[in-house]
């Protein structure tokens, strides 16, 4: 059964560097989504991705974060200057349809120190 | 703006026995859809089941079952014969029909105790 894949599992990083966590979505999916989920916290929509460009974005998708599909398969989140509150689990999620379930990849856990 | 409410914090169940997972939500809006998703401790999300708020039947899915009430704003899952790998965190999750971004509930943490 197809699944969404995300690498790396666990990113240490220090406050001030930039990450760049990538997530591979399921193939015939067109919706990709990044959400995250601060420990013992409710799950946080960041982005929403479709045809190239950013269809629907949260108030925590600040300036900081950017998000890409360098090719046919990848689909990236970039934190530019990491703070501690970053600190999350980041899920990425993708969709055939945007009313459609999403599928959700196992998530990288970030600590940011 | 859409709030999901689950009030239930912690819920503990013996194994065979039927429970349910309560989940209330606010929005205006008519065309929306209603999830519930399972957090094992792997932490992975994985969906158990999905309904459309212009459907009237409940999602049924195996043991997984949802009382869905529309007028209340009400989207309660029913687990029956639960079982062990039952066990996890649930989170019921709203989406807007003209957007795609889900909004979670805090989650109820259930345990299934044999």
């Known amino acids: 059964e197809p699944e969404v894949t995300q690498t790396p599992s666990h990113q240490v990083t220090q406050m001030g560097q930039e990450v760049i966590l990538r997530c591979v979505p399921i193939s015939n999916h067109l919706y990709f989504y990044w959400y995250r989920q601060i420990l013992g916290q409710k799950v946080e929509f960041l982005v929403s991705f479709y045809n190239n460009e950013i269809s629907e974005k949260s108030e925590i998708f600040d300036d900081q974060f950017s998000v890409e599909r360098p090719d046919g398969s990848n689909f990236t989140l970039k934190i530019r200057s990491t703070k501690l509150e970053d600190s999350a689990m980041y899920f990425c999620?993708?969709?055939?349809?945007?009313?459609?379930?999403?599928?959700f990849g196992p998530g990288t856990r970030l600590t940011v120190t | 703006a859409q709030t999901v409410t689950q009030s239930q914090p912690e819920m503990s169940v013996q194994e065979a026995e039927t429970v349910t997972l309560s989940c209330t939500y606010d929005?205006?809006?008519?065309?929306?859809?209603l999830f519930w998703y399972k957090q094992p401790p792997s932490r992975q999300m994985i969906l158990v089941i999905r309904q459309e708020a212009y459907k009237q039947q409940n999602a049924t899915e195996n043991r997984f079952s949802v009382n869905f009430q529309k007028a209340a704003k009400s989207f309660s899952l029913k687990i029956s014969d639960s079982q062990l790998g039952d066990t996890a965190m649930y989170f019921c999750a709203f989406m807007e029909g003209s957007q795609g971004n889900l909004i979670f509930g805090k989650g109820t943490k259930l345990s299934v105790k044999p």
């Open positions: 999620a993708s969709s055939e349809w945007r009313e459609d379930e999403q599928y």
């Open positions: 929005t205006s809006e008519n065309n929306y859809y």
